[in-house]
């Protein structure tokens, strides 16, 4: 009679914030099954022992279930991913002062974490006046000096729309002269 060993399933994801949105690693550390079921909650699969997928909401949380077998013995786990926000990975200052003085030049949008670095890669940025005329649109990873064809925009308050494909963000920059 031979019996087969309990599928073991010890699960690490690895979460990567990038532009069609939250990438997770299942990394499975746990002991070799004969047959594995990936069920990610968003409607797609895997047979994989350790796959890669790509949530395309990374703002939703999603129920992950994993099934192992070897023959008749069996092991089920689950957990969740965890919901993001852009705006909580990003680091968007909140004034601006263009004087040379290499202090707050430019209005610079950093990444709080090496996973979110890549959304500064497919980020666009939109900053309007307070009348809502569009001064400045670009690059998320470029750096705005609070000029419009090389001239210097006057002191106020500008509003600016981020754009990363997954998520928009929405907020407020001084400039002080």
């Known amino acids: 009679m031979k019996v087969d060993p309990q599928p073991f399933i010890n699960l690490k994801p690895a979460y ?3 532009c069609d949105g939250l990438k997770v690693a299942f990394n499975n550390t746990g002991s070799p099954a004969q047959q594995i079921n990936w069920d990610f909650g968003d409607g797609q699969t895997s047979t994989e022992l350790s796959p890669t997928h790509v949530f395309s909401d990374p703002a939703a ?10 023959g008749a013995c069996t092991n089920k786990s689950s957990f969740q991913t965890q919901p993001y926000d852009v705006y909580m990975q990003l680091n968007i200052p909140n ?6 003085d290499k202090v707050n030049d430019c209005f610079e949008i950093l990444p709080l974490t090496s996973a979110a670095a890549d959304l500064l890669n497919c980020g ?7 009348w809502g005329k569009m001064v400045h649109q670009g690059e998320l990873k470029n750096c705005w000096k609070a000029e419009v064809s090389g001239k210097d925009l006057p002191e106020g308050v500008y509003y600016y729309i981020i754009d990363t494909k997954v998520q928009k963000v929405k907020g407020f920059v001084t400039v002080v002269r």
């Open 16 to 18: 990567t914030y990038n």
């Open 124 to 130: 666009k940025i939109t900053i309007f006046d307070r």
């Open 95 to 100: 004034v601006l002062t263009p004087n040379n």
């Open 61 to 70: 949380t999603y129920l992950i279930q994993v099934n192992a077998s070897n």
